[in-house]
């Protein structure tokens, strides 16, 4: 269900999960900067939809994204950038101002949208792509997905954030050999490292996220998911104290929510709850 016209992305939303499908399949997903404004644009969307509890990233045919698309990037330094204009009505701001500055450059926006994100990653996974997948909250990965930093071999460094999110997910060893070497590994690779927290079948992604996003949406507080992925993002980069006087302040405003009282009662009358949803105002 979309009002947009998406060339380069797939946008559906079926009540609690939205899911938005990069949809260059010919060249395996990778980015054009008119498919990084819609996915953008579309995020945000799915962030204001009421139906929506949870949001997640995949490909369409057998990648998920192998980065930026070498052919567009030739374009754009031949001058040939005609789609520069028909962008405009793509200008979306997801995510959470309150938040603060730290996640508002470029893609850092990810994690400051108001409800989870996950990554379904059914194929190639590299360089931008990757870089992306590790700004989401969470990435289901087929066994047979393919992953690489790609930077190294092409001149480059560590790209859009990877160096800060990498580390904090594989640690610092294992970050730099797959900054340094770019070599390919498989998503049993992402899963033993920590890159992946959920290791499925080839084909399985897309459903696992679903359901992962449903049994989400029939049991807890969506503005709980939000608060508490604010608080993970958040105090990555601040001190224990700052964190905690934060986090007391916000468990405050937490047992004075209709949230609070829906959750006691549904426990004392062995039901399942009836949270209210999280629009982007919130």
């Given at each position: 269900?979309?009002?947009?016209?998406?060339?380069?992305?797939?946008y559906q939303v079926?009540?609690?999960?939205?899911?938005?499908?990069?949809?260059?399949?010919?060249?395996?997903?990778?980015?054009?900067?008119?498919?990084?404004?819609?996915?953008?644009?579309?995020?945000?969307?799915?962030?204001?939809?009421?139906?929506?509890?949870?949001?997640?990233?995949?490909?369409?045919?057998?990648g998920f994204c192998?980065?930026?698309?070498?052919?567009?990037?030739?374009?754009?330094?031949?001058?040939?950038?005609?789609?520069?204009?028909?962008?405009?009505?793509?200008?979306?701001?997801?995510?959470?101002?309150?938040?603060?500055?730290?996640?508002?450059?470029?893609?850092?926006?990810?994690?400051?949208?108001?409800?989870?994100?996950?990554?379904?990653?059914?194929?190639?996974?590299?360089?931008?792509?990757?870089?992306?997948?590790?700004?989401?909250?969470?990435?289901?990965?087929?066994?047979?997905?393919?992953?690489?930093?790609?930077?190294?071999?092409?001149?480059?460094?560590?790209?859009?954030?990877?160096?800060?999110?990498?580390?904090?997910?594989?640690?610092?060893?294992?970050?730099?050999?797959?900054?340094?070497?770019?070599?390919?590994?498989?998503?049993?690779?992402?899963?033993?490292?920590?890159?992946?927290?959920?290791?499925?079948?080839?084909?399985?992604?897309?459903?696992?996220?679903?359901?992962?996003?449903?049994?989400?949406?029939?049991?807890?507080?969506?503005?709980?998911?939000?608060?508490?992925?604010?608080?993970?993002?958040?105090?990555?980069?601040?001190?224990?104290?700052?964190?905690?006087?934060?986090?007391?302040?916000?468990?405050?405003?937490?047992?004075?929510?209709?949230?609070?009282?829906?959750?006691?009662?549904?426990?004392?009358?062995?039901?399942?709850?009836?949270?209210?949803?999280?629009?982007?105002?919130?």
């Amino acid at each position: 269900r979309s009002l947009m016209h998406y060339q380069d992305i797939i946008y559906q939303v079926d009540d609690p999960v939205a899911v938005i499908k990069f949809n260059r399949p010919e060249a395996l997903n990778a980015f054009t900067r008119r498919m990084l404004a819609e996915i953008r644009h579309a995020l945000a969307a799915a962030e204001q939809d009421e139906n929506v509890v949870g949001i997640i990233l995949t490909g369409e045919g057998k990648g998920f994204c192998p980065g930026m698309d070498m052919n567009a990037l030739d374009a754009i330094s031949d001058g040939n950038n005609g789609s520069a204009q028909s962008l405009a009505e793509f200008k979306a701001q997801p995510g959470d101002p309150e938040l603060g500055d730290n996640f508002q450059v470029t893609y850092s926006y990810l994690m400051s949208i108001r409800k989870p994100v996950i990554a379904a990653i059914n194929g190639a996974c590299a360089g931008l792509g990757l870089a992306i997948a590790t700004m989401t909250d969470l990435r289901i990965v087929e066994r047979s997905a393919k992953f690489s930093t790609a930077f190294s071999q092409r001149g480059l460094i560590a790209e859009h954030g990877i160096s800060w999110t990498l580390p904090r997910l594989i640690g610092s060893g294992n970050a730099l050999d797959l900054l340094w070497s770019a070599r390919k590994f498989t998503g049993e690779e992402a899963k033993s490292i920590g890159l992946a927290e959920k290791l499925v079948d080839d084909g399985d992604a897309l459903a696992t996220a679903i359901d992962y996003v449903r049994s989400l949406a029939a049991s807890c507080a969506p503005k709980s998911l939000q608060v508490m992925k604010a608080q993970v993002y958040r105090h990555m980069n601040m001190e224990l104290g700052d964190a905690m006087r934060e986090t007391n302040d916000w468990m405050a405003a937490s047992l004075q929510r209709d949230d609070f009282r829906e959750g006691v009662r549904s426990f004392i009358e062995k039901r399942p709850p009836n949270f209210e949803r999280v629009k982007a105002a919130d």
